[in-house]
């Protein structure tokens, strides 16, 4: 069983359409994220939360609304998408301490995300 | 803010052949994370560097945290046709909350 699980793999949506995307992790962390990846584009961090709160923002469209009910869970909602929504969005898991800064960051494979 | 400068952006290499890329930083980090990617996949860590100076290795690869903390090295021996991918190096940020910061990638490509 891998470290950090997203389901579903691959979705296709239309634009008034609502989905969910689901992350697990296995690790123990206290961290989780979503990042999203476009074509040919770097990776954009979308929300961080540490444990169970959201820590980060990152001038996300509230079109994309981001639920943590544990440590463990982490779920994205998506509403009334944009076709240039369509990327692959990566979930990841980390532990923080109250010491200093993070260790290494876990992925999870993504959601491929279509918008029609 | 702190920002990533990885090089070269796209490397063609034949199989066999040895494979550098770098990662250079304005600002100090006191981690690095060296990351493959490959189509339609997750990035998969492959080596975490900790220490100024340290060379690390996993396999055919090695890596090294630079000593001014401000840049590091991947090295591939003998590429293989299995090492195509997006090669990402990443780095906590030092201050405030708990994000990454990323490198643009450097895209491997082997010719067999």
């Known amino acids: 069983e891998t470290g950090v699980t997203q389901t579903p793999r691959h979705l296709v949506m239309g634009m008034t359409n609502k989905k969910s995307l689901k992350c697990e992790q296995h690790?123990?962390?206290?961290?989780m994220y979503w990042y999203k990846q476009s074509a040919k584009k770097p990776l954009e961090l979308m929300f961080v939360?540490?444990?169970?709160?959201?820590?980060e923002n990152n001038s996300v469209p509230s079109r994309f609304s981001p639920e943590c009910p544990n440590s463990s869970h982490l779920f994205l909602h998506l509403h009334t998408l944009q076709p240039e929504d369509s990327a692959l969005y990566l979930c990841?898991?980390?532990?923080?301490?109250?010491?200093?800064?993070?260790?290494?960051?876990?992925f999870g494979q993504g959601t491929r995300l279509t918008v029609v | 803010g702190q920002q990533l400068n990885q090089s070269p952006q796209s490397m063609f290499i034949q199989e066999g052949e040895d494979v550098s890329m770098n990662c250079t930083s304005s600002?100090?980090?006191?981690?690095w994370l060296w990351y493959k990617q490959e189509p339609g996949e997750g990035p998969v860590l492959l080596i975490a560097?900790?220490?100024?100076?340290e060379l690390t290795s996993n396999g055919r690869l090695t890596a090294q945290f630079g000593i001014t903390r401000k840049d590091s090295f991947l090295n591939i021996s003998a590429s293989i046709p299995s090492d195509v991918g997006i090669y990402f190096c990443?780095?906590?940020?030092?201050?405030?909350?708990?994000?990454?910061?990323f490198g643009t990638g450097t895209r491997l490509k082997v010719l067999a």
């Open positions: 560097l900790y220490k100024a100076g």
């Open positions: 690790l123990g962390h206290n961290a």
């Open positions: 990841a898991s980390s532990q923080q301490n109250s010491h200093g800064p993070n260790t290494e960051a876990f």
């Open positions: 939360y540490n444990f169970k709160e959201q820590t």
């Open positions: 600002s100090i980090f006191n981690t």
């Open positions: 990443a780095g906590p940020r030092i201050s405030g909350t708990y994000k990454y910061i």
